[in-house]
């Protein structure tokens, strides 16, 4: 675990809201020069408390209306490596996340599709066809909310 002052968190929350800003503007914000602001970020980059930024599309704009939830139970686990089931999962362009879990569902899929009949041939043809497929559970997201996470 990395150790964070109160500057660290700002810049957190900062970048958690805005990635695209400059150092130097955010250290204006901060009353800290764009050096320092700089290096701090660097820090944090190389601790691995910041992995990356990332656009956030808007999906709906983009044509895909419908975003589905999948809680996905493997028929025999002893038989099929999770890593051969991730890769195939991984390879399915409208599969946007694949979380392992632990509980009623071995894996957690975010799916993205055009429509309702999108989403069924994504389901029919791609996912119920992956290697190891068992048990699945879907939900449609109605709505969501975006929180600001631990940091506040």
């Known amino acids: 675990m990395i150790d964070l002052d ?13 990635a695209t800003q ?3 503007a955010m250290g204006r914000k901060l009353g800290l ?20 930024r990332r656009v956030d599309l808007d ?14 139970k493997l028929a025999a686990k002893g038989r ?5 089931f991730e890769r195939a999962v991984s390879a399915i362009p409208e599969v946007q996340t694949v979380e392992h879990i632990l509980g009623a569902y071995d894996y957690r899929l975010r799916v993205t599709a055009r429509d309702i009949p999108d ?6 043809r791609r996912i119920m066809t992956l ?7 879907a939900n449609v997201l109605l709505s969501e909310e975006r929180l600001s996470g631990p940091l506040g």
């Open 6 to 18: 109160d500057i660290d968190r700002q810049i957190l929350r900062a970048l958690s809201e805005d």
């Open 22 to 24: 400059s150092s130097g």
């Open 33 to 52: 020069s764009q050096p320092a602001t700089w290096r701090r970020i660097r820090r944090l980059e190389d601790a691995g408390a910041l992995r990356g």
């Open 59 to 72: 999906l709906a704009r983009l044509g895909f209306g419908v975003t589905v939830f999948l809680g996905v």
């Open 80 to 84: 099929l490596s999770l890593e051969d």
């Open 119 to 124: 989403f069924e041939r994504v389901l029919r």
């Open 131 to 137: 290697p190891g497929i068992g048990n699945v559970d």
